[in-house]
């Protein structure tokens, strides 16, 4: 169970979609705490969800083979297989994606009295740079509790159920559960955590440099999904499958 955990606990930490809209809430206005109210909203959720399957569970774990235990093992390997096929399809995007870059360049060519003010300057990179500040700007308007609501909403919540189903398991009489657990959630609010203490201790390095993080995300947000989806989905899966034919 522990090192379940700590792998979905560490590919929630490392998904770059709650990243990248974290860095803007806190580059906005009272971001520092804006962005702790998104941190104990994130954690809330993790801590609900564990609570709730501990009181289901009792904080004992099922007996093997039993009905409850081998419900457990069958949602992870349903969520693992999910986690595959998303990651697979995501993939097949990004390969499509190329063919029709050219003919949406041709479309956005810039008229030729206009050429010279956007040389330099992709379509794309534009693109981003007016959506980030859109974004920085109803964030500005923003308070904390949307904040909090907001790390509700990008919570990986399939990830989250595959660390719901591995608590299942979770043996409350021993200390380590609880380590484990604590871990977990320290884990899964690793990325959050650092960038909010970037920002108290070296706010405005933090800042520059956090806007160029996402810049980066944005750039390599499919890839980082596909890699992570597809390897915590093929350890679910295998090892669902090993522990309900062992």
């Known amino acids: ?13 490392l998904d770059p979609l709650p990243i990248m809209a974290f860095v803007l809430v806190v580059a906005s206005d009272r971001g520092v705490w804006k962005g702790l109210a998104f941190i104990m909203g994130w954690l809330a959720c993790l801590v609900a969800v564990i609570a ?46 190329p063919q029709a870059a050219p003919a949406r360049v ?44 907001l790390a509700v909403f990008l919570q990986p919540w399939g990830m989250v159920a595959a660390a719901a189903a591995t608590v299942v398991s979770a043996d409350l009489s021993h200390f380590s559960t609880y380590a484990a657990l604590f871990g977990f ?14 920002v108290v201790f070296s706010p405005e390095a933090a800042q520059a440099r956090l806007l160029k993080l996402r810049d980066w995300l944005q ?18 899966t295998g090892q669902s499958i090993y522990e309900l034919t062992s």
């Open 52 to 97: 709730l399957v501990l009181a289901l569970t009792g904080g004992e774990p099922p007996p093997p083979r039993s009905p409850p235990s081998t419900a457990g093992l069958a949602a992870r390997l349903v969520i693992g297989v999910a986690l595959v096929c998303f990651a697979l399809y995501r993939r097949k995007r990004m390969r499509s994606a």
């Open 185 to 198: 959630c320290i884990l899964a609010t690793a990325s959050l955590l650092a960038a909010e203490l970037y």
């Open 106 to 149: 041709r479309d956005s060519e810039p008229e030729p009295d206009t050429a010279q003010e956007t040389a330099g300057t992709s379509p794309r990179t534009t693109s981003r740079s007016r959506s980030s500040s859109s974004m920085t700007s109803r964030m500005d308007r923003s308070s904390p509790w949307a904040a909090a609501g």
């Open 1 to 13: 169970m522990v090192l379940d955990l700590l792998l979905i606990a560490l590919g929630i930490t």
């Open 219 to 236: 750039s390599h947000e499919q890839q980082a999904i596909v890699v992570i989806c597809l390897l915590l989905g093929l350890w679910l």
